[in-house]
């Protein structure tokens, strides 16, 4: 936790020391406060309780920080892809006995630490919905990544390797009507990919009424249609692939502890023909 949110080398580090600490839990969940927040944090197959246990400094701190300065006591704020209940239960610390907040996870046995973790605070304004949110209501295929189960969507993405999950799904305009819900201050939406498929519609049948205040949507591929723009993200979706098959493993040691010793050399990964830049 001394280590600073911005500090590279100290992120390095932290990955470094983590990776020691997680052989010697044994495989032990452990209880501990986070963001005003009681959680059982389980560190083996889930990125987010890794940081979130570890370094909670790295987990979003400018999300959260957007979060913190925009939403007011008795805000009610959305959280599609909830994980293990990270952002819901930041929100509820500070947002007050009137807020209203949704945690929506799909996959059953983070859904099972989802509910942990909110009983466990006294905060009564968070409650946890437990299926997927998509562009049609039913039943669909989730994939799910085993060694990272926070990395699980409606597409096949990252690192997934054919684990697959059946798991009921609404709209996300049937969500929100559902619970009678009349005005959202902010959602945050973390799917892996299938932030198109539920944004698009909702956008485009749900009141005006019902636009988010604040919208903060993970930061992955984006799908566009201008040259410049089309490049930046197949060579996004490029690094992102090269990232996954051949630096799974890269955090057990520092990353520039490992490129002296190897004598790795600087690569560009984003670089535009003179014709691409002229369009």
Aim: aromatic residues 8%; charged residues 25%; glycine residues 6%.
């Amino acid at each position: 936790n001394r280590i600073p949110a911005n500090s590279w080398y100290g992120r390095r580090l932290a990955l470094f020391l983590r990776r020691i600490a997680i052989s010697r839990l044994g495989g032990k969940p452990l209880d501990v406060t986070r963001y005003g927040a009681r959680m059982r944090l389980h560190p083996y197959n889930n990125n987010c309780e890794k940081k979130v246990l570890f370094t909670p400094q790295f987990f979003d701190p400018e999300e959260r920080a957007l979060l913190r300065a925009k939403l007011q006591p008795g805000c009610t704020f959305l959280d599609i892809g909830a994980n293990i209940g990270a952002y819901a239960l930041f929100v509820a610390g500070f947002s007050g006995p009137g807020a209203r907040i949704l945690a929506v996870e799909p996959q059953p046995d983070v859904f099972n630490r989802l509910t942990y973790n909110i009983a466990q605070n006294p905060f009564h304004t968070v409650k946890a919905v437990a299926c997927a949110v998509a562009d049609k209501a039913g039943e669909l295929t989730l994939f799910i990544d085993p060694r990272n189960r926070g990395e699980s969507s409606l597409k096949i993405v990252g690192t997934n390797e054919g684990a697959r999950i059946r798991v009921p799904a609404v709209t996300l305009l049937d969500l929100v009507r559902g619970e009678g819900i009349e005005r959202i201050d902010a959602i945050k939406l973390d799917v892996e990919g299938a932030e198109d498929l539920i944004l698009e519609p909702f956008l485009r049948a749900a009141p005006a009424s019902l636009h988010p205040r604040l919208l903060i949507v993970e930061n992955g591929t984006v799908v566009v249609r201008e040259p410049l723009t089309l490049g930046i993200a197949d060579r996004r979706e490029l690094y992102n692939e090269a990232v996954n098959l051949n630096n799974v493993r890269i955090e057990q040691f520092p990353d520039v502890i490992v490129a002296r010793l190897f004598n790795f050399q600087a690569a560009e990964l984003l670089v535009f023909s003179d014709a691409e830049k002229a369009d």
